[in-house]
């Protein structure tokens, strides 16, 4: 069994915005959530389950998609 690493990116309160960073939704309601980035860590964090994959997955797809090259998943190609 593979242990997963306590990084925002596997945060079950962590929301990708961008390939790098997101935001932090630990406190509910905030008028603005605090950004952090994919590799930062908390005390609070929340095992994201198969999110993290997704996750993974996406950014890894809109990397390619900046460097202007084609990447076939299993739902689709992303060109």
Not at 16 to 31: H, M, N, P
Not at 58 to 73: C, D, N, P, Y
Request: charged fraction near 25%; glycine fraction near 8%.
């Amino acid at each position: 069994m593979r242990l997963q690493k306590k990084i925002c990116l596997s945060c079950r309160n962590f929301s990708l915005q961008e390939t790098d960073s997101g935001v932090c939704k630990v406190v509910k309601g905030l008028a603005s959530y605090p950004v952090k980035a994919t590799e930062d860590t908390c005390d609070q964090w929340r095992d994201c389950g198969q999110q993290y994959f997704i996750r993974t997955g996406w950014i890894k797809g809109r990397l390619a998609k900046e460097q202007g090259h084609t990447v076939v998943t299993e739902t689709g190609i992303i060109s």
